[in-house]
């Protein structure tokens, strides 16, 4: 149930969402396999085993899973075919094939070999925080995140949901903590960043399992270089490591939010509902302090959840499982 990555969108304070439209339109569109040539297929599916319907609520909060399912096919396993086919024609008719015979053979052998392609499954999770005005969705990849934007978008139009336009740029945040050895606003270093020189071919250092304090650090930002991720955790209860594009990637939950969620319950559903409503409200208040410290959001994305602009060089505080399935033969 924990979200291994976040990505997160800003909604329109003015934009209502009703639920049980949307619960309709998820189910107009339910997830069904690829066939024949398609090659992929999308739908809605229930967020958990144990749930019917494709939109769960609890306390204010809804949560949708997107499914996909895409073919397979190798672009060398059709080159294979072709060359196969091309050789059988030019020996039994002594002659050479065409450009245009060739894509339309290349056509022929695709269709061919389309329904008996494998194919790779994936599920994108997200759930909407009505209250702070956040989509959070469990991806690293912005594509990933914006198809399940758009696709939601198809069943609530118009959906105004868009990324978040923070005073202070993420990259300066993470470089002016770093020079700094020390971040603010409920954050702490861990120990790994990645800094790149903002020229063209620049050169590009990563550290992991180091002191971010370290004199050799600070050295790295004196030349020029600009931090792009950065190892952080936040009020000891989630480590994560933040990029300059503002995601969250490698999201670890620590003890205390494990052990608290754990003791709701012995079955399936009550530990499916606490974790859950323990992950958005700590998720909510982490991505609220995060846009504190990049000075707020502009004017026009600010609403009554969001926190209001402040200076990010505040004093620091003291301390998608893929599935492949094979075709039978």
């Known amino acids: 149930m924990w979200?291994?990555?976040?990505?997160?969108?800003?909604?329109d304070e003015n934009f209502l969402i009703d639920s049980d439209k949307l619960a309709d339109q998820l189910a107009k569109r339910p997830f069904q396999r690829c066939s024949g040539l398609d090659w992929f297929s999308e739908g809605w599916v229930a967020p958990a085993s144990h749930l019917d319907s494709p939109l769960h609520q609890a306390r204010g909060y809804q949560m949708l899973t997107l499914r996909r399912e895409d073919k397979v096919l190798p672009a060398g396993v059709i080159r294979d075919h072709l060359d196969s086919k091309l050789a059988e024609i030019e020996a039994a008719e002594l002659r050479k094939v065409g450009r245009k015979e060739k894509l339309q053979l290349k056509e022929q052998i695709t269709d061919d070999l389309?329904?008996?392609?494998?194919?790779?499954?994936?599920?994108t999770t997200a759930y909407i925080d009505s209250q702070r005005g956040w989509l959070m969705v469990d991806s690293g990849t912005a594509s990933k995140a914006e198809n399940l934007v758009s696709t939601l978008r198809e069943a609530l139009p118009p959906f105004p949901a868009a990324l978040p336009r923070t005073a202070v740029s993420p990259h300066a945040l993470m470089t002016d903590w770093l020079a700094a050895g020390e971040a603010g606003f409920g954050f702490e270093l861990d120990a790994e960043c990645e800094l790149k020189d903002s020229s063209e071919n620049g050169a590009v250092v990563r550290c992991t399992r180091i002191d971010l304090t370290a004199d050799e650090i600070r050295q790295h930002i004196a030349t020029g270089k600009q931090v792009t991720r950065?190892?952080?955790?936040?009020?000891?209860?989630?480590?994560?490591?933040?990029?300059?594009?503002?995601?969250?990637?490698?999201?670890?939950?620590?003890?205390?939010?494990?052990?608290?969620?754990?003791?709701?319950?012995?079955?399936?559903?009550?530990?499916?509902?606490?974790?859950?409503l323990l992950m958005a409200e700590e998720l909510g208040d982490l991505v609220n302090d995060l846009v504190a410290a990049l000075g707020g959001l502009e004017a026009s994305q600010q609403g009554s959840g969001t926190p209001a602009p402040t200076t990010a060089t505040s004093q620091p505080e003291s301390g998608n499982t893929d599935s492949i399935d094979v075709p039978w033969a």
């Not at 389309?114 to 599920?123: H, I, K, N, V």
């Not at 989630?238 to 300059?244: A, G, H, M, N, Q």
């Not at 503002?246 to 939950?253: A, D, I």
Request: charged share 25%; glycine share 4%.
């Open 3 to 11: 979200f291994k990555q976040l990505s997160f969108f800003r909604l």
């Open 114 to 123: 389309l329904p008996r392609a494998f194919t790779r499954s994936g599920r």
């Open 230 to 276: 950065l190892g952080l955790i936040w009020r000891e209860r989630i480590r994560f490591v933040l990029t300059d594009q503002l995601q969250l990637k490698r999201l670890q939950f620590l003890d205390v939010l494990q052990e608290e969620a754990s003791q709701a319950g012995d079955d399936l559903a009550s530990l499916f509902e606490a974790t859950f």
